[in-house]
């Protein structure tokens, strides 16, 4: 069962993503924040699997409560809701940490595999926001320039990894595409991370766009 926090400061929005989450099996909403200033407090009491979470919000935006969560010990993912115009707080809501970013009207069938994927430990990027997305994690980051023969440096187990990865897969999807565990999947992406000195999945992801890695 994975359990979701969602965190928006407006009620209808709140009770449009449960009703769109809620009736999915193997899904449920344990919580909800009217603010990001709540959700420190709401994931200690609710220990859920993924925070839903708004950008924009009146006290405390999605950005900085994603910043204060990861600060905490073992903090659940977040997956953002953003809208086209949130390309400043997107930047800071990926420097903070966050695993996933989708349009607040995209469609409920999308929602749901987001909030799945990052759930269990993937990532998630609405294909309409990609580009800025991507953008935003370059300014965030201040990556230096990497030419095309970084990549050569990873097995071609590990390009097949990284390749799946890039497209947004969970580590449990590569495994099964790979005929691999999951533990092999964890090791392969690690040493991903440490040879192209990337500092985390999203940094991946933006390598495998950046090198062709993701037709």
Not at 77 to 102: M, Y
Not at 175 to 197: F, P
Request: a negative charge.
């Amino acid at each position: 069962m994975i359990t979701v926090l969602l965190v928006d400061d407006q009620p209808l929005a709140r009770a449009g993503l449960r009703r769109i989450l809620e009736p999915q099996d193997g899904i449920t909403v344990v919580g909800e924040c009217e603010d990001g200033d709540q959700v420190i407090g709401a994931v200690e009491r609710r220990r859920p699997d993924v925070v839903v979470m708004d950008v924009r919000m009146r006290r405390v935006d999605g950005a900085e409560a994603t910043r204060r969560l990861g600060e905490r010990a073992d903090p659940p993912p977040v997956l953002v809701l953003t809208t086209f115009d949130d390309d400043d707080t997107v930047a800071a809501a990926l420097g903070a940490g966050a695993a996933g970013f989708i349009l607040k009207d995209a469609p409920g069938e999308d929602i749901v595999r987001a909030t799945t994927a990052v759930a269990q430990g993937g990532s998630w990027l609405d294909p309409q926001v990609v580009g800025p997305v991507l953008d935003a994690y370059r300014r965030v980051a201040h990556r230096h320039e990497r030419d095309r023969a970084a990549g050569e440096r990873l097995t071609p187990r590990e390009r097949d990894v990284l390749r799946h990865v890039g497209r947004g897969a969970t580590n449990a999807e590569v495994a099964a595409a790979l005929h691999v565990s999951e533990a092999t999947v964890k090791s392969h992406l690690g040493n991903i991370l440490t040879k192209l000195d990337l500092r985390d999945r999203a940094a991946a992801i933006v390598f495998a766009h950046d090198h062709g890695l993701t037709p």
